[in-house]
């Protein structure tokens, strides 16, 4: 691998572009379309990327395998733990007008929510699966 300057090079140039637009993407995903997976996949993607150039090695100094075990159960545990205020209140599961006063920023709350939990998932997921 040390005859790829290039390639070297350009991952560590290319890397906070694509975790910028991952971070687009998932913020995105409530006014076009994007949002938690997509931005999960991307981002995921993006340490894949560090594996294949720099070995797999340096990809687990950034995402260890213990933190990637750990993101596939606590974005299950966002995801569903932003239905319960719903509950709580007794609304419906996923019922985002509890989270704040006007419905209009609850329902913004919420997706935020359900999306972040979505992405920690699936980037969770696809990097254990990339480990794998």
Do not use: W
Request: net charge negative; glycine share 14%.
């Amino acid at each position: 691998m040390s005859l790829d300057l290039i390639l070297r090079i350009g991952t560590k140039l290319i890397l906070p572009f694509i975790l910028l637009f991952a971070l687009y993407v998932q913020f995105h995903g409530d006014y076009g379309p994007g949002g938690g997976f997509q931005a999960g996949v991307i981002a995921a993607g993006m340490v894949i990327l560090v594996a294949i150039t720099f070995g797999l090695a340096a990809a687990k100094r950034i995402a260890p395998f213990a933190l990637v075990e750990c993101m596939i159960p606590l974005g299950l545990l966002i995801y569903a733990g932003t239905g319960a205020p719903g509950f709580l209140f007794g609304r419906n599961y996923l019922d985002y007008s509890s989270f704040a006063h006007e419905s209009a920023h609850g329902h913004e709350l919420g997706i935020l929510l359900v999306e972040l939990g979505v992405l920690i998932t699936v980037s969770g997921t696809m990097v254990s699966l990339f480990y794998a």
